[in-house]
């Protein structure tokens, strides 16, 4: 179990503003809107934007993953039983209530490890952390700035990031080239030593190994024995078509090195889209507003509309169009692995700002033939309308 002392502090789900039983869709759809709100781009020089979101950040690390919000439910459920607090075991009334319980005040240190040993999976807070066997790599984060067209179409591109990378010299090993690390004779590899205290058992680190598990004799000279170093790498990143404005898409394995022979962490790669001169989006679907004349609208007829891979499209309109109207232009949307999206063509009827004596003309002599007003519903009485 990879509980931190913040999940038994924390209510991730009050956090999102989402029920303990929201679906992971309903999860997600509230990070994003909340990510959005409070990012730091958005909200330069504010303070608590950018410290709410990192606090949203961190409840979706937990309950956006399904295994890890599993976890998480399963810590704050035997909390609850049991009677753990922020403060420790039990509040002011002993474990669970009972004559006789026990009130551990145990502090950021302490919380994990004493849990730990009393579900017998060793000591894995803060202070253990370090050691005790394998240890999954942090997840980063990075940011990517894209075009509209590439966000739509999808794209193939590299990320340069520093950031901890496994150590190129000793491949991780945090021994010199040549040497290997010996397993530890004072834990026997555990990374941990159990001291039994009767019904609990409390589980520290090794101070021989300092948690790790091995010895090293003779270190890395690039690292110096933590298999780590921190150095310049490049990401390749394959985004799929649709990519959306604020989007966060996981690459498995791609984040910080594990330790101890751990797996590596995820690199959470948020993507922001530049907009477009002519299209916006709707889902899968693209929209365009495109002007018509009058003689257009009226008449009908039909017009060419652009389309986002630089083609035309014909659209025909209909007399007595509106101005306004939505017209849709079928599978010249966003296509994804899934769904093809359409092209909604929003026209608008264009008056002109002056005119020729012939237009002049034309315009009056429609004037004079037309004998309905289109106010004339206005001045009828509530009864005659």
């Keep these: 179990m990879t509980a931190q002392r913040e999940w038994y502090e924390k ?56 295994a890890k919000r599993k ?59 370090a050691g005790a066997g394998p240890q999954r790599g942090d997840d980063l984060e990075a940011s ?27 491949n991780g090993s945090g021994a010199r080239p040549g040497t290997s690390p010996r397993t530890c004779s004072q834990c026997g590899g555990r990374g941990v030593v159990d001291d039994n205290q009767g019904f ?10 300092q ?28 985004l799929p078509a649709g990519v959306a404005d604020g989007q966060r898409i996981r690459l ?18 948020e993507c922001h889209v530049h907009p477009h001169a002519l299209f916006g989006r709707d889902g899968v679907n693209l929209t365009i507003h495109v002007p018509i004349t009058f003689a257009e609208a009226a008449l009908g007829g039909e017009i060419e509309v652009p389309t986002l891979d630089g083609q035309r499209v014909t659209l025909r309109i209909k007399h007595g169009t509106q101005t306004g109207s939505r017209h849709r232009v079928k599978g010249k949307g966003i296509e994804t692995a899934k769904h093809t999206g359409d092209l909604i063509v929003t026209v608008d009827v264009q008056v002109p700002h002056s005119l020729t004596d012939e237009q ?21 009485s509530p009864r005659e309308a």
Aim: glycine share 20%.
């Design 11 to 66: 209510d991730y789900y009050k956090i999102l503003g989402v029920s303990d039983t929201a679906t992971a869709k309903e999860i997600t759809k509230a990070y994003r809107k909340l990510a959005r709100e409070s990012h730091p781009d958005a909200n330069p020089g504010n303070d608590a934007a950018e410290n709410r979101f990192k606090d949203v950040s961190a409840a979706y690390d937990v309950v956006g993953d399904d």
């Design 71 to 129: 976890e998480y439910d399963e810590v704050r459920r035997l909390g609850a039983a049991g009677g753990f607090g922020p403060g420790g075991f039990g509040g002011g009334g002993g474990g669970g209530g009972q004559p006789g319980g026990f009130n551990f005040n145990v502090g950021s240190e302490g919380l994990g490890d004493l849990l730990g040993g009393m579900f017998g999976r060793g000591g894995r807070g803060r202070g253990a952390s």
């Design 211 to 238: 948690g790790r598990g091995v010895v090293i004799d003779s270190p890395c000279s690039t690292c110096r024995g933590g298999g780590v170093e921190r150095r310049p790498r490049e990401v390749n990143v394959r």
């Design 360 to 380: 002049r003309e034309a315009i009056e002599a429609l004037a004079a033939a037309t004998t309905v007003s289109p106010r004339s519903h206005l001045f009828q």
């Design 144 to 170: 990517l700035t894209l075009e509209f067209a590439d966000a739509a179409h999808g794209l193939t591109t590299a990320l340069h990031l520093t950031s901890d990378a496994q150590c190129s010299t000793c």
């Design 200 to 209: 609990f058992s409390f589980s520290t680190p090794c101070r021989v190994c």
């Design 252 to 269: 498995k394995g791609r984040g910080g090195p594990g330790r101890n022979g751990g797996p590596a962490g995820d690199l959470l790669v």
